[in-house]
């Protein structure tokens, strides 16, 4: 059974940071990434990990936020979304993401709150 589970969010302010977490557990998985969604906008991308190492990010964070992942350790993957200089326009619940090539898979979310 798969399961992803996140931890990490809160409330920071303007120009703070925050590392994000997600341990997938379940299966193998050929990318594991973070998308986004703030209230009344669509479901956004903000970073992917490929097994292989490819990343990719949205303009939007580019510079400022990192994503990595470690290598499995029990059939468990852990992919983290280190996000520096936050801006209030980064609020939004953030959820994990993995491909597992034959299906797509979602956490639950965190809420990530930028605010003064």
């Known amino acids: 059974q798969v399961q992803l589970v996140e931890s990490g969010g809160g409330l920071v302010q303007p120009g703070g940071s925050l590392r994000l977490s997600c341990a997938a557990s379940?299966?193998?998985?050929?990318?594991l990434g973070w998308y986004r969604q703030a209230p009344g906008k669509q479901r956004e991308l903000v970073a992917t990990?490929?097994?292989?190492?490819?990343?990719?990010?949205?303009d939007s964070v580019k510079g400022r936020f990192t994503i990595s992942r470690d290598n499995a350790e029990n059939t468990v993957y852990t992919v983290y979304l280190q996000m520096n200089s936050l801006k209030p326009e980064d609020t939004a619940v953030y959820y994990c993401?993995?491909?597992?090539?034959?299906?797509?898979?979602w956490g639950q979310g965190t809420q990530v709150t930028v605010s003064s």
């Open positions: 379940g299966s193998m998985f050929n990318i």
């Open positions: 990990i490929t097994s292989g190492g490819t990343i990719r990010y949205a």
């Open positions: 993401y993995a491909d597992q090539g034959l299906m797509d898979y």
